[in-house]
């Protein structure tokens, strides 16, 4: 007998590391299917955030300090009145900043550098037709370059918006560098059958690079009603190729189609949602579900929203991982939060969330709290910062005994910070062709910190991306 326990013991430690990587990896794809839903929501609002910041900078632009005031004091001053106009447009006072420029324009109907001020504003009110009749008053006048070519954007711009349906791709291109790509445990063992065993070698911590590609196509619809309600499409593809652990490649097709009802009291936006995640090239999970969207202003700056979303998950077993069925199962998640705007440049935006998935084994089931709050930042020149904090606490259903007989409770922090700038305000820009000059820069650091009971689950990773981004709009 005791010949045979060497045996047994050698049996029982290879079963060991065996059901340790078994589960080790298969938390990897679960982390990776969340990591690539991260990532694909942080680039769309990375493209927002680069298309809102065109409007704070139009803004910000304007700032000249001058006061009603100072306009009582000197009514008739043309000057005056103009600088006025410019600080409510800085303001965001675009009906105040259009009857200003009326009246400057009653009195000198021929300053195209004013009436030019005028398609801007009326631009940012979305009175398109009152833009394009300025605009033809323009086009009989004498106009410098600068004016000109302000000419032919707007109108250029006014009708693509004035359709009722407008198609729009966007395609990113970048690289990233994870120095935890597989999401390796902070200990150097850790608990089968809860039983401390050493990590073989190939699951120590390992860095990697990847490249990146997110492509993104919108169809939006004018209903033709007055209060502007519309439906829409969208698809997006996405890829992270990587350089070592090709394990660990991530593919996405994402499918939504719905529609946004505006009331008087609530917009309403519900929408179907579908999707096709692929590991290593391999169909690993597919879901279809339904979003429910409800946000209502309560001022210009203050909006209040509530989102509810039910999908249904269906793993699929794959060559690394032939227990990924046992995820299977429905997942709901709901959102309470607002967005305010503090200055025309900076935007908050918090929430709460709370999440219930379902599973086919009960130690793949758990129940998610999260805080989540972003900082939005509009600089000059189409610069923008986008700072994001969540916390997610997760309490698991039962507990997976072949790792531990103790119920998992896991608590993440992330944060991310986004730095974006079109080519054209940084050097690069001012010696690119002009097909290149509107491509969008954005650079992004991400911190990630898991903590959990069981030593399985904690883990760390710092993570950097470079993306290039150019949007057409049809």
Known sequence: MRSRSPLKLLALVIFFLFMFNAVSFAEDLENEVQRMRRETRAEKQSARAAEGSKGATFQEQYKTGVTFQDILKDPDNVDLNIRYAKELIARGDYQGASATVERVLLVSPNLADVRILYVAVLYKSSNWDGALKEIGILRGMTLTSKIKAETDYYEKNIKVKKKRTRVSLRESVGWGYDTNRNAAPHSKSQLVNDLMVANPASDRRRADTNFLNVSDVNVTHDLGFKEGHSVFGSFTYYLQEQTNLHSLDLGSFQYEVGGTYKGQYVNFTPSFVASNILLSSQSFLRTQGGNLFFDHDFTKD????????????????????????????????????????????????????????????????????????????????????????????????????????????????????????????????KILPKPFKDILFTGTYEYYHALSNITNYTYGNNKFQCLLSKRWEF
């Open 302 to 429: 203050l909006n209040a929203f509530f989102n509810f979303r039910a999908e249904r998950q269906d793993y699929m077993n794959i060559s690394e991982n032939n227990n990924a069925t046992d995820r299977k199962g429905p997942e709901f998640d709901y959102a309470w939060g607002a967005s305010y705007w503090f200055t025309p440049a900076m935007k908050w935006t918090s929430s709460l969330g709370y999440g219930d998935k379902y599973a086919k084994q009960d130690y793949n089931a758990f129940n998610r709290f999260s805080i989540n709050n972003t900082h939005t930042w509009f600089l000059k020149k189409q610069q923008f910062l986008i700072n994001t904090f969540n916390y997610y606490a997760d309490d698991y259903e039962s507990p997976e005994f072949s790792v531990s007989g103790r119920h998992r409770h896991d608590k993440t922090i992330r944060y991310r910070i986004t730095y974006g700038a079109p080519l054209t305000t940084l050097l690069i820009g």
